[in-house]
Structure formats: C-alpha cells, structure tokens
T-cell receptor, first 115, second 116 residues
Framework: AQKITQTQPGMFVQEKEAVTLDCTYD???????LFWYKQPSSGEMIFLIY??????QNATEGRYSLNFQKARKSANLVISASQLGDSAMYFC????????????FGKGTKLSVKP | GAGVSQSPSNKVTEKGKDVELRCDPI?????LYWYRQSLGQGLEFLIY????????KSGLPSDRFSAERTGGSVSTLTIQRTQQEDSAVYLC??????????????FGEGSRLTVL
C-alpha cells in the first residue's frame, strides 16, 4: 500500500530564511509522482511542485525546490527566502500507477513564518 | 472563472438528513476526484472518476456515501442519513486525461458540511 508520512506537525521559520519540510513515502510502484500543495487559511489547495520518480534532477519552481532522495524514499520541500505569505499548511502527496489515479496525501505540516 | 466550482460552500444539516454536494470541474478535464478533510487533518480520498471508466470507490467510508458523474462533467456527492462524524470540508478536484508531466489536481474551494 502507498503511504505518505509528514512527521512535523508544525514548523516555525524566520522571515527571509530557508526552511525544509519533511516528507517520506512508501510505495511498491516503480513509477510514481510526488507533489507538494499549499493550503492557506482560506482553504484552497495550491499546487507547488512535482517530482517524477524517474526524473534525474530535483524539481525547482521559483523559491520552491524538492530534495528528492529516491533511495531514502524522501521528498522534502525546501522553501528559500521565506515570506510572511508562506504561512500555511503544506501537504505532500503521491500518485502511483503512472499518470492516472488518485493522490494520497500526508497529514500536513503547518508552517508559520515569523517577522 | 474557469476553475473547479463547488456548491454549496457551506451546509448545515441535522443528523439523519441527506445532503448533496455538487462539483463542476474545469472544462475538458475528464478526471474528477472527491476528498474529505476533517478539521486540522489531511485529505482523505473518497472517489475518483476517469472518463467513462467505472469509478474508483475504494475510499468511500460507508454505504451512506455515493457519488455520480453525469455526462462526464458535473458530479454530485450524496451523503445519506448524515452523522456528526461526517462534518468536514469536502473537496473536489479535476485533472486532464492525458496528464503531461505532473498531471496535478486542480481543487475547488470546498463545501463545508456541519452536521448538528
């Protein structure tokens, strides 16, 4: 069975500093995709970044990068130069069975950015 | 707008009543998903529709929950004989058929259900 684990219920970071949000996963699928979503207090789910299991390089999207360590089955999100607007819940998710199928989500990490 | 639309945004009902939640996906998206998010929790998968294929109902928590998708577009999630533990935000998402690269899900703003 597939599983996503986020071990940090809450994190604090000083504005302008970098922060790493942890995510580990478990799957027997040889092909899978890993996602990070942001959920502000308003409730909408915002897609941030994607990493395919066969991608050779770590994904980057602006201030977001994904530290993908396949052997360790980890897909940590790194946010550089944190901003107050980054305060939100962050969810790691995984999709197996190629490009179709539902996403399995972790329980999330609440990030608070301090001024 | 052209995003995923859900209604109602808020629903308060009495225990034992039936409720219907509606989702209108992004035009052209053939995959549609329902998730449930209880207060302070992650997203729990409920059901997934892909085109004309039989839906993946593996996440539905009980037979009180059902969903249909008419004409490959709008979907309705029905909860019969609601219980207090059904109180949650119900999120709908859609994605294109042939997901290029990420094939990320596009979420609606959710329907908040409160069962008294």
């Amino acid at each position: 069975a597939q599983k996503i684990t986020q071990t940090q219920p809450g994190m604090f970071v000083q504005e302008k500093e970098a922060v790493t949000l942890d995510c580990t996963y478990d799957t027997s699928d040889p092909s899978y995709g890993l996602f990070w979503y942001k959920q502000p207090s308003s409730g909408e789910m915002i897609f941030l970044i994607y990493q395919g299991s066969y991608d050779q390089q770590n994904a980057t999207e602006g201030r977001y990068s994904l530290n993908f360590q396949k052997a360790r089955k980890s897909a940590n999100l790194v946010i550089s130069a944190s901003q107050l607007g980054d305060s939100a819940m962050y969810f790691c998710a995984m999709r197996g069975r190629g490009s179709q199928g539902n996403l399995i989500f972790g329980k999330g990490t609440k990030l608070s950015v301090k001024p | 707008g052209a995003g995923v639309s859900q209604s109602p945004s808020n629903k308060v009902t009495e225990k034992g009543k039936d409720v219907e939640l509606r989702c209108d996906p992004i035009s052209g998206h053939t995959a549609l998903y329902w998730y449930r998010q209880s207060l302070g929790q992650g997203l729990e998968f409920l059901i997934y529709f892909q085109g004309n294929s039989a839906p993946d109902k593996s996440g539905l928590p009980s037979d009180r929950f059902s969903a249909e998708r008419t004409g490959g577009s709008v979907s309705t999630l029905t909860i019969q004989r609601t219980q207090q533990e059904d109180s949650a935000v119900y999120l709908c998402a859609s994605s294109p058929t042939r997901a290029r690269g990420a094939g990320e899900l596009f979420f609606g703003e959710g329907s908040r259900l409160t069962v008294l």
